[in-house]
């Protein structure tokens, strides 16, 4: 997407490490994200000239004004009153000598690009500018990009609203517990203030603030909030702004312990991880309280896709296939959630390569899609060896990797050699299986035996002697008796699968 941007210094504005601060987060930039509204021109004022708390030890105190940077992003949609608003910004930013940088980006164009909804890559593309920035500053002050801050204008009534706005999609204690007052380098000092404190404090200060028009369009949920629902809860409750900030507050300091909890536990259950797999243990996870077994599958399913825009049913659902046993369901994003051999399989259906199907020359080797090598070899039986006991012992010292069968019974030609077909097992599927006497099982009931997952049986590899001929080897679960070795046998045929 193509993006101008500008910066402007109002004075001579210096980014030198300030001498005598020891503490890197005392001289990391401080980017305050300035649209031109009453808010953020509040909030670049009170950061010019009063004290602030962005979270870096000091409490409420002065920032360095060689520290301040502010970012002005124009979404290029509402034509010369954007223009405006930017010029405003670039005024204001001189006006009390701080460099201001200016970034233009077509959000509608971003959107459609996207989901169509327009505030979500706006405030997609301001946050992601805004971290860019940062760490481009952090880098010519020479301090790490962790000591940096991002300074948003979110007010106490930006909280109340965001609180409704979740109630009304529906949410958890995460989305209850509203704007949070800071988040990894985004820090919003103005959560105690209301919008009128702040507009007040500018009128007496005689500055004047951009307006959006869009603000009070209530197709908007925001502005529907805002407008039509703030005004009924307020008149019943004059105060419930600020009764809204302790109870997201409270819940704020409550869902982060939760958060700590559900990680740990996450970590415990975990079984295996691979990409776009995550393996955990369901009869522990069954066990778990429903509030912290919410958490733990909400952030599984978020580590396989973090794309995934889950719903508080789609949490439900894997949990009730949990409580089952057994059963499979499909989750946003086509993430394949499956439970079989007491084992939760999570995996984002792009995870998995294309089962493999050629030749394997012999001797010679084969890659398979996975990865993994499967290697053949012919080798001479040395006279009077006890054939079958070396088989027998080589098949325990490999366990199962790697087998010795009877080249000849395996149909190859231990002196031309040959070629063995290697595909993936297909409905049908039988063997004689190694050590079972003649008896024969469905390659189906071997794997179920052996809990392999539905989801892998695919890459399970099955040697044949042709393309429709008998199976010699599931590898690396089982060989077929008929190609068993016996007192007989004069050539060996060695089958190796390796990572």
Known sequence: MPSVSRRYAGSKARFDRPSGRPDEELSGPVILMVSGGADSTALLVLAATSTLDIDDGRGLARIARERLHVLHVNHQLRGIDAEEDEEFVRDLSARYGIPCTIRRVDVAALAAQTDGNVENAGRSVRYAEAARLANELARERGVPSSAARILTAHTANDRAETFFMNAIRGTGTSGLSSIPRRRNRIVRPLLDRTHEELCDLLRMRGIVWREDDTNADTRYLRAYVRHELMPIVERRNPRVTASLATTCDILSDEDAYLTSVASRALRDLTRREDEGLLVLDAARLAALEVAIARRVVRAALLAVCPEARLEARHVAE??????????????????????????????????????????????????????????????????????????????????????????????????????????????????????????????????????????????????????????????PLRADERARCTPATKWLLELTISE
């Open 318 to 475: 894997v949990l009730r296939v949990v409580a089952a046993g057994e059963g499979s369901l499909t989750v946003p994003l086509a993430v394949e959630v499956r439970v079989e051999h007491a084992l939760l399989l999570i995996r984002g259906r792009t995870s998995l390569p294309a089962p493999s199907a050629a030749w394997l020359e012999v001797p010679g080797s084969l890659a398979l899609t996975d990865g993994r090598v499967i290697s053949a070899r012919v080798l001479p039986v040395a006279p009077g060896a006890d054939v079958v006991a070396r088989a027998r012992a080589h098949g325990l010292e490999w366990a199962g990797e790697s087998v010795l069968l009877d080249a000849e019974l395996a149909g190859v030609d231990p002196h031309r050699g040959g070629r063995l077909w290697v595909d993936a097992p297909r409905p049908g599927d039988v063997l004689c299986p190694l050590g079972m006497h003649g008896q024969s099982k469905k390659v189906s009931d071997l794997l179920g035996e052996k809990r392999v997952p539905l989801e892998e049986r695919a890459l399970v590899p099955v040697v044949r002697t042709s393309p429709t001929g008998q199976v010699v080897w599931v590898a």
